[in-house]
């Protein structure tokens, strides 16, 4: 399988040059060296081929060999895949971690997934079946409750001629045989899919159901639909990496998909102590039974990191072909494409926009394009939903990660230092946001919630774009100059920004806000809105309503009414009643 | 030029090329990416490089000390066949070495036979341990607000003129395992200290000297120079051989090391004018599309692991050209580093010592190394809300800039007094003085206390209840 096909010329950084055979595949998985380190045809020109290599590079020497494999870099997939967390080409790191010690060496080599590990598997066809790519022939337990269904390759196609009985299994062994044409193939829960094309499915469907996160300020005033893309730029410390962590924590999706790529090992750590701690509210399972890590941290092999983006999506469109939504996080996008610059390079490519190569927003538009709610080739529905973390250098979103990313997302969540700065968090700017799933994603609040969402949303929006108008006359001749009605309107954008927008994501109770919590509050806040307004006009002072009991709890509200204890919004409500009625009474007369 | 194979490596005499610190040398076979020369000028003068590049017959080679007096002709370059590494134990304790790790001390070379390959190796993300141990600074700033934990990367941002140094030398005074608010204090494991120093002039690395000196901890520390004078590309060097010294430590003697790395802003300069000369693409500045990784490599060198007790902490000094926070330097460490110390011209101006600017300055795993049975359970919100506050006071005066401050309301002038006093008890203090953390809570809350009751919304009503001392306090 692994014939020399090409000596080494040239060698910098990641990045190779060999001369040989004319019939390398371009994208082919080649082992690079003495070591067979890792890598990836790149470039092909005459007898001469580029590659970039996913290990250390460091001691490699010109005249050493290059092996072809015949295959383009693929991933495993199969039950296993759940818990697991792996390098950028998709290497177990808990494996290499036991055969090589705290650090990382080069040359590591193990199955992604399993080869003994045994599933609990239950087929679904017959002998006889007439089976098409995609089609689900059982399913294996790959947690206590979670049900892997196992898939035909989407390129196979064929009659069942024989079907493992219920059993154990490992993903090596044979659970059923299809007739393809004059061949018989043998199938097992284990496929490989090369990470560069995007899995097959029949057609798109609506984007119309949220993806619910918890987070207020996403779901209520900026939401992503399931199967959407949204992309959250913001400079360093400002709030990405938590922000994608309480959407990988709290995400109503059924599996999580989390690359942290070129990002701090620290923060993977994290993830690994932390979720197998945390319960996830709807399956009441750890959170970890739910999820599948890349880690190809700043410190890792570049051209890995490269790879960890297409090695994610692919994962997440196997599970999205079982039928199921998953939502994927990459953190950061930024050092994804810093990647290809790096090795863009090397090539000593004509650069376009600040050393980046022509071909980023091609490779950005592919990779978002593989977001998506669809139709799948077995007649289930799933969606893979792509929330993208940006870096701009010196947060200045004009640079071209930023600018080519927003072309392809529909959802824009933009960080804004200044408010991490008064640590006002999520740090999301209200205004630089926007969604465009709004309408569409408006149909669901209504069935679930029974409430106008939109009107409501829209209303408070409203009221903080007064607010940014209003601060500017503030800043100019102070509060005191405009009349009560305007100030009003800041008593409420405060218990807007501080209630409902602020959310801190290291307090239990307020780190998950669920659904009917959030239109409990918002409807809460407009109440509130509206008498105070009706006792304004009456000609009360302002500071009658600033100084009311009631703002202060509404404010703590977040943090002291649980999920589960919504009828407390009933007791607020009968407070501001009670107050506000106070005042009402006394002004009109 | 002639090929001679010699114990210890092949040799090639003549070099092809020289292009400042870069040669090209041709005529060598089967050379290794990445592995150290010895080049030997025409005078018998050895120094050393390494390979940036290898191709057919052609190997580009980077010279640490610079090529000044090497010719074309009479430079030897003898490949040693293996990656930079510099010898690691514990003696180096107590030591001064240069920029690529020889001793300048007149001491003896380090007694060894363990060397380590100068670039380490990528911790696995597996096997790390997540920082969760406060170490207790004695600035409030910091302890109170920015909290530095055990296995953490935290730089000081700065900029010409300002007391950097003062400030990571009182840390490295300082430092002790943080304890639970109000604990006895106890004499804390100490630290053993790795200084490197890159372009720096020779009084910093002197006042550095002295301060451990001073403290007592001279023996507990080595240090790595490579000063103003010496040749800029050995900075690059430098730093790495530091860490290299503190893995050791960290990791095979189950030390607890803090790093302090001074001023990374000129290892960056030594980076890009090699970029530039070899010609590559840059990004801003003219800084490498590879800075982000290639500090990446240095600063990711930090934390814990599960196989060994000790851990490694690093302070990086970065001085800010035009005080730009968003200058390529300052701007990927930042994106690297779990947060950053920023100094503030204004405040340094003022006289406040240290001169923090509290609200650009950030601790990520603060969150995980205070609260309950780490400081105190109100430490959290506590600190959220001094920030908020803060923040809340900038806004006020830039109001009453505008307007004057006797047109302000009551509160606003109520948190004019409080963004003063602020800046005046809690960020000021001396240069000796180390508070324990029961002291810096205290100091927030006596500060908090000069607000109403009801701007207090980021602590509880409890908290409140039994911290808050302010006039409304009854209500
Ligand atoms: N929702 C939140 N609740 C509480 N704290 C938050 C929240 N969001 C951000 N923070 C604070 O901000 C800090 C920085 O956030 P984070 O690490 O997510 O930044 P980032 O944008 O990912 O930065 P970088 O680009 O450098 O990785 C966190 O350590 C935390 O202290
Ligand atoms: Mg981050």
Redesign the interface.
């Known amino acids: 399988m692994s014939d020399q096909v090409g000596t080494i ?5 990641p990045v190779v040059r060999a001369r040989g055979s004319r019939l390398v595949g371009m994208l082919e998985l080649v082992e690079v060296g003495a070591d067979r380190l890792v890598g990836e045809v790149i470039g092909l020109k005459g007898d001469q081929m580029t590659v970039q290599v996913y290990e250390e ?7 050493a060999p290059i092996y072809g494999t015949g295959l383009p870099l693929s991933v495993e997939l199969g039950p296993g895949l759940i818990q697991s ?1 792996y390098d950028g080409v998709q290497r177990p ?2 494996l ?2 036991q055969a ?6 080069r040359g590591a080599r193990f199955d992604s997934i399993s080869r003994e590990k045994r599933w609990k598997y239950t087929p679904k066809v017959k002998v006889g079946d007439e089976v098409k790519g995609g089609a689900i022939l059982g399913v294996a337990m790959e947690t206590d409750t979670f049900e892997h269904r196992v898939m035909l390759n989407p390129d196979d196609s064929g009659t069942i001629t024989w079907v493992a009985p219920a059993g154990d299994y490992t993903v090596a062994d044979p659970i059923a045989k299809l007739k393809m044409g004059k061949d018989e193939k043998t199938v097992t829960m284990l496929q490989r899919w090369p990470v560069r094309r995007a899995r097959p499915f029949i057609n798109r469907r609506g984007a119309n159901i949220p993806l619910i996160t918890g987070q207020r300020i996403l779901d209520t005033f900026f939401p992503v639909a399931k199967g959407g893309a949204a992309g959250i730029p913001g ?3 400002s709030g990405k990496t938590v922000t994608q962590h309480s959407i990988a924590k709290w995400a109503d999706a059924e599996i999580i998909v989390y690359i ?1 790529c ?1 990002e ?3 923060e ?3 993830v ?2 932390e979720f197998p701690h945390l319960i996830d509210p709807r399956t009441g399972r750890p959170l970890m039974e739910r999820t599948v890590l890349i ?1 190809n ?4 092999p ?1 051209a890995a990191r490269e790879a960890s983006i297409y090695t994610g999506i692919t994962i997440a469109e196997y599970y999205r072909d079982m039928g199921y939504h998953v939502a994927l996080m990459a953190d950061s996008t930024s ?1 994804w494409a ?1 990647a290809l ?2 090795v863009s ?1 090397r090539l ?1 490519e004509m ?1 376009a926009e ?2 980046y190569p022509a071909y980023l927003a091609g490779r950005l538009a592919e990779f978002y394009e593989r977001a998506g709610y669809v139709n799948n080739l077995n007649g289930t529905q799933g969606s893979v939903s792509i929330v993208g973390a940006v ?1 701009p ?4 979103f004009s640079e071209p990660v930023t600018q080519h990313t927003k072309r392809f997302i529909r959802c824009f969540w933009a960080l804004d230092k200044s408010l ?5 968090f999520p740090a999301i700017n209200w205004l630089d946001s926007y969604s465009e799933y709004l309408e569409d994603v408006a149909g669901w609040w209504l069935e679930k919630t029974g409430k106008d969402w939109l009107t409501m949303r829209n209303r408070a929006m409203e009221l903080l774009s007064e607010e940014s108008r209003l601060s500017q006359i ?7 100059a405009l009349p009560y009605t305007e100030r009003m309107v800041l008593e409420t954008t405060r218990l807007i920004r ?1 209630g409902l927008l602020q959310q ?1 994501a ?1 307090e239990t109770v307020d780190a998950y806000s669920s659904v009917e919590k959030q239109i409990r509050m918002l409807e809460l806040v407009l109440y509130f809105h509206e008498r105070g307004m009706a006792i304004v006009k009456r000609g009360a002072p302002i500071n009658l309503i600033h ?1 009311l009991p009631v ?2 709890t509404i ?2 509200a977040k943090s002291t009414v649980t999920n589960e204890e919504l009828h407390k919004f009933d007791d607020i409500q009968k407070q501001i009643d009670d107050q506000m009625g106070q005042l009402d009474a006394e002004y009109r007369s | 030029m002639s090929e001679v194979t010699v114990q210890g490596g092949q040799e090639v005499v003549g070099v092809a090329r020289i292009e400042g610190p870069i040669l090209v040398v041709e005529g060598a ?7 150290v020369v010895e080049i030997q000028d025409s005078r018998g003068q050895l120094r050393r490089g390494r390979v ?5 017959g052609f190997a580009v080679v980077q010279v640490f000390a610079g090529s000044t007096g090497l010719s074309i002709d009479g430079t030897r370059v003898r490949f040693l066949g ?2 930079l590494h510099i010898p690691v134990a514990e003696e180096m304790l107590g030591r001064i070495f240069d920029g690529l790790g020889n001793p300048i001390d007149g001491g003896p070379e380090p007694l060894t036979d363990h060397y380590a390959d100068v ?13 969760r141990d406060y170490i207790q600074t004695g600035i409030s700033t910091i302890d109170g607000v920015n909290t530095l934990l055990r ?1 953490q990367k935290l730089p000081l941002f700065s900029g010409a003129g300002m007391p950097h140094d003062q400030l990571a030398a009182q840390i490295v005074r300082q430092a002790t395992l943080g304890k639970v608010a109000g604990a006895p204090q106890t004499e804390g494991e100490e630290f053993a200290i790795v200084f490197a120093a890159m372009g720096v002039k020779n009084d910093v690395a002197d006042y550095f000297r002295r301060s451990f000196t001073e403290s007592g901890a001279l023996t507990r520390v080595a240090m790595f120079l490579n000063l103003a004078d010496d040749p800029p590309v050995e900075r690059i060097v430098t730093p790495r051989a530091a860490l290299t010294l503190a893995e050791y430590l960290a ?1 095979e003697r189950d030390m607890h090391v803090l790093v302090v790395l001074t001023d990374m802003t000129n290892y960056g300069e030594a980076l890009r004018q090699i970029s530039n000369v070899r010609g ?5 500045k003219g800084y ?3 800075l ?2 290639d500090l ?2 240095m600063y ?2 930090t ?1 814990r ?4 007790k000790g851990s490694i902490t690093q302070i990086p000094i970065l001085t800010m050209p035009n005080d730009d926070i ?3 330097m300052p ?2 460490t ?3 580093t ?3 110390i920023v100094l503030g011209r204004e405040l340094n101006f003022a006289g406040v010592y240290p001169p923090v600017a509290v ?2 300055s ?1 601790s ?2 603060m ?2 190394g205070i609260g309950k049975n780490r400081t105190r359970e109100d430490h ?1 919100r506590w600190g ?1 809300q001094l ?2 506050a803060y ?2 006071t900038q806004d006020v005066r ?2 009453a800039s ?2 004057g401050e006797e ?3 009551d509160v606003d002038q109520k948190y004019l007094k409080f963004g003063r006093a602020f800046e005046r008890e809690f960020v000021n203090q001396s240069f000796t003085e180390n508070r324990t953390i029961e002291r810096t809570l205290e100091i927030g809350w006596k500060l908090l206390s000069m607000l109403p009751r ?1 701007e207090l ?1 980021r602590v509880t ?1 409890d908290e409140i209840a039994q911290y808050y001392k302010g006039d409304d306090a009854a209500n």
């Open positions: 010329t040239w060698i910098s950084g590079t460091s001691g490699m020497q010109t005249g967390i790191l808990p290499i971690e090589m010690g705290s650090f990382i060496h400079p360093f410390g942290g070129g701090r090992g620290n993977m750590t994290e690994l102590q880690a941290t700043s410190n890792m570049v050092r810093e610059r790096e390079g000593e650069p600040e050393g870096s250098p010196g947060g200045d991490a700065s008064a640590r006002h503030v800043k100019l001749v102070g509060p005191d501080e801190n290291t100084d703002v202060d404010i703590r | 076979a089967n050379v290794s990416y990445d592995e940036l590049e290898v191709g057919e293996s990656t670039n380490g190796q990528p911790i696995n993300p597996t096997a790390r341990i997540y920082p296995g990791y590559e693409v840059p990004s801003r490498p599309g590879y982000y990784s990446a490599s990711e060198r934390g692991i599960r196989t060994s968003t200058h390529p701007d990927l930042g994106y690297i779990e947060g950053q609200l650009p950030l990520r795993l969150k995980d959290p959220a920030y908020a923040a809340k830039a109001l505008v307007i047109e302000l309301s009801k919304t009503l």
